[in-house]
T-cell receptor
Framework: DGGITQSPKYLFRKEGQNVTLSCEQN?????MYWYRQDPGQGLRLIYY???????QKGDIAEGYSVSREKKESFPLTVTSAQKNPTAFYLC??????????FGPGTRLTVT | DQQVKQNSPSLSVQEGRISILNCDYTNSMFDYFLWYKKYPAEGPTFLIS?????DKNEDGRFTVFLNKSAKHLSLHIVPSQPGDSAVYFC????????????FGTGTSLTVIP
């Protein structure tokens, strides 16, 4: 059945290491998004991609990188330059610029 | 600068009564609004949307009202059920291709049996 998968659900890393979060969708959606959620805050956009091989920075792109080599996949790399990487990361996709469908999220803890 | 605001972090309602969740926005270019429901450690799920050409949209127990002049929208849940207990986010977007959605900080709804 169709959906968005994010793996792993929980991820632990040491400070100074880069880490890549996976996001895959089989909904045939053109647009994909990465958000970050921190306690007491709304979802903040990190990066988004409207088509393959193209992506734009969101409000908080510093310390993150993405790629969109395939329509189905939009991995997010949290680099060592991200000062506060511990957070809940959400990936979403959309068939247009309207409703977004979210994955289950990955909780990243960096110590 | 928070362009979409949900000023009530939490709300408690008795089962069977109406839940009203509020959302305010500052950007007059916003033209499309959505509500999402989120359980802990899960991704948000889409609930209902409204575009600026309407002032009301209804889907079962859920109704969203939009007051463009006041830059305010609200989500009404009637009747409220214990399974509605979750965090509710409103989101807004200008209807231009390539633009992003802006999310509020969420309101945690607890429906008391």
């Amino acid at each position: 059945d169709g959906g968005i998968t994010q793996s792993p659900k929980y991820l632990f890393r040491k400070e100074g290491q880069n880490v890549t979060l996976s996001c895959e969708q089989n909904l045939n959606h053109d647009a994909m998004y990465w958000y970050r959620q921190d306690p007491g805050q709304g979802l903040r956009l990190i990066y988004y991609s409207q088509i393959v091989n193209d992506f734009q920075k969101g409000d908080i792109a510093e310390g993150y990188s993405v790629s969109r080599e395939k329509k189905e996949s939009f991995p997010l790399t949290v680099t060592s330059a991200q000062k506060n990487p511990t957070a809940f990361y959400l990936c979403a996709s959309s068939p247009s610029n309207y409703e977004q469908y979210f994955g289950p999220g990955t909780r990243l803890t960096v110590t | 600068d928070q362009q979409v605001k949900q000023n009530s972090p939490s709300l408690s309602v008795q089962e069977g009564r109406i839940s009203i969740l509020n959302c305010d926005y500052t950007n007059s270019m916003f033209d499309y609004f959505l509500w999402y429901k989120k359980y802990p450690a899960e991704g948000p799920t889409f609930l209902i949307s409204i575009s600026s050409i309407k002032d009301k949209n209804e889907d079962g127990r859920f109704t969203v009202f939009l007051n463009k002049s006041a830059k305010h929208l609200s989500l009404h849940i009637v009747p409220s059920q214990p399974g509605d207990s979750a965090v509710y986010f409103c989101a807004a977007s200008p209807v231009v291709v390539g633009n992003q959605f802006y999310f509020g900080t969420g309101t945690s709804l607890t429906v008391i049996p």
